[in-house]
C-alpha cells in the first residue's frame, strides 16, 4: 500500500488540554478551539476526546464547522462561532444551538431580529483589525446590546507567542477599557495567551495550537507522526540527476529512496532540498524538488534499505518541519493531507 500513515494521539492531545487547564485559575474556564477540522486532526475524534477530558465548551470559525461538531458531540456542550451569524447561517445557529460571537453591528442586528433570546457573545477589536467591533462602534451600542445578555465579550491578541512584544499590554489595557465593569464573562488569550500569565487569562480561555502540540507552547506532547512508505530504491551515479528540474546532482554513488508523499498532501515544496526524513534514528536528507505525490531522500548511508521514512515523529516536530519549508506548524498541521490513513490512538491510559 502506498497510503502514508497519520498517527493522531487523542490522548496526547487531552493531556495538552489539560496542562493548559492548570495554567489558569480553578474559576477560569478552557475552551478548545477546534476550527478548520480541528487543526486538520479530525473535529469530530478530537472534540470527543477533549470533552471526555473535561472540556464543555468549543470555538469554530464558521457555522458549518460548528454543525459538524454538533454532530459529534450531541447536546450540551457549547459551540461558539467566531465569523459570528453570517446572512445563511441563522437556520444553523437555531437548529444545531450554536453561539455566534458577533462581530459588528450589522451581524447583531441580524441575530437579535432573527433569533431573539438566542444565546451569543460578542467580538471587541482591541487593536489587532481583524474581527471584532471597534471601541467607538461598541461605545455606541453597548448599553443595549448588554441588556440583550451576550454571555461572552471577547477579543484576540496579535502578538501573544512574543511575550516581549509591547503589542500585548496595549491590547490588554484596551480590553480592560472596553469590557471593565460589563459583569459579562471576558476572554483574551489564546495558547499565546495563556502562556503571557493570568493578566490575560479573565473568566475563559481559548487554546487551539497548544492542543495539538505546536509552539508556542514548549511543553506540549506531540500529538502526530507521519510515516510515509518507500516506493522504490535505485541507485545512482555520480553526476545522475534527482527530480524535476535537475536541482539535485548525485556527487558520489548514491541511493535514492522515492517515498509515497507530496505537496498534494501538504508536504510543502518549500522543502524541496532542505528537510530531512527519518530512518529511525537517522536523518535522512530531501534531494531534488518535493513534486506533488513523491519525495525523494538519499539513503545512501543506511545500513538496511528502508521500507518507510518519518516525516513527523520524535525526531522531528511539526515546528521543526516548519522551520525548515519556512512557515508555521500551524500551516503544516492544517496542511496535512486528505490521502492519508489517520490511525487515531486512544485509551492509552496515559495522563
Ligand atoms: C485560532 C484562534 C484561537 C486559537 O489560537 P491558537 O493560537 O491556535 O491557540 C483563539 N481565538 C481566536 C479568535 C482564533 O482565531
Not at 183 to 194: E, K, M
Request: charged share 20%.
Amino acid at each position: 500500500m502506498a497510503t502514508a500513515t497519520l498517527s493522531i494521539d487523542l490522548d496526547a492531545i487531552a493531556a495538552n488540554w489539560r496542562a493548559l487547564d492548570r495554567l489558569s485559575a480553578p474559576d477560569c474556564q478552557t475552551a478548545a478551539v477546534v476550527k478548520a477540522n480541528a487543526y486538520g486532526l479530525g473535529a469530530g475524534r478530537v472534540a470527543r476526546a477533549l470533552a471526555q477530558a473535561g472540556a464543555r465548551r468549543f470555538f469554530v470559525a464558521c457555522a458549518e464547522e460548528g454543525a459538524a461538531v454538533r454532530q459529534a458531540l450531541g447536546a450540551g456542550p457549547q459551540i461558539s462561532v467566531f465569523s459570528g451569524h453570517m446572512a445563511g447561517d441563522t437556520d444553523m445557529i437555531n437548529d444545531l444551538d450554536l453561539t455566534p460571537m458577533l462581530n459588528s453591528v450589522e451581524q447583531i442586528t441580524r441575530h437579535l431580529e432573527a433569533l431573539p433570546g438566542h444565546p451569543f457573545g460578542i467580538q471587541l477589536d482591541s487593536g489587532m483589525n481583524r474581527l471584532g467591533m471597534e471601541a467607538a462602534e461598541w461605545e455606541a451600542v453597548a448599553s443595549f446590546v448588554l441588556e440583550a445578555g451576550p454571555e461572552l465579550l471577547m477579543s484576540h491578541l496579535a502578538c501573544a507567542d512574543d511575550p516581549a512584544h509591547e503589542m500585548n499590554a496595549a491590547q490588554l489595557a484596551e480590553f480592560h477599557a472596553l469590557t471593565d465593569g460589563t459583569d459579562v464573562p471576558r476572554s483574551l488569550a489564546a495558547t499565546g495567551g495563556i502562556l503571557l500569565g493570568r493578566d490575560y487569562h479573565f473568566d475563559l480561555t481559548r487554546p487551539g495550537i497548544g492542543l495539538y502540540g505546536g509552539l508556542p507552547f514548549e511543553e506540549a506532547t506531540p500529538t502526530v507522526a507521519l510515516s510515509l512508505p518507500v516506493i522504490q530504491l535505485r541507485d545512482l551515479a555520480i553526476g545522475e540527476i534527482v527530480g524535476y528540474g535537475c536541482t539535485w546532482v548525485a556527487e558520489a554513488p548514491s541511493q535514492i529512496a522515492t517515498v509515497s508523499g507530496g505537496y498534494a498532501d501538504g508536504l510543502l515544496r518549500s522543502l524541496s532540498n532542505r528537510a530531512v526524513l527519518w530512518a529511525g534514528d537517522v536523518p535522512c536528507p530531501i534531494v531534488g524538488r518535493v513534486s506533488m505525490d513523491l519525495i525523494t531522500v538519499d539513503v545512501s548511508h543506511l545500513e538496511q534499505a528502508p521500507r518507510k521514512l518519518d516525516i513527523l515523529g520524535p525526531h522531528q516536530s511539526i515546528d521543526d518541519l516548519a522551520a525548515a519549508g519556512d512557515t508555521i506548524g500551524y500551516e503544516i498541521l492544517t496542511g496535512l493531507g486528505a490521502r492519508y490513513m489517520r490511525r487515531y490512538i486512544e485509551g492509552t491510559g496515559r495522563a
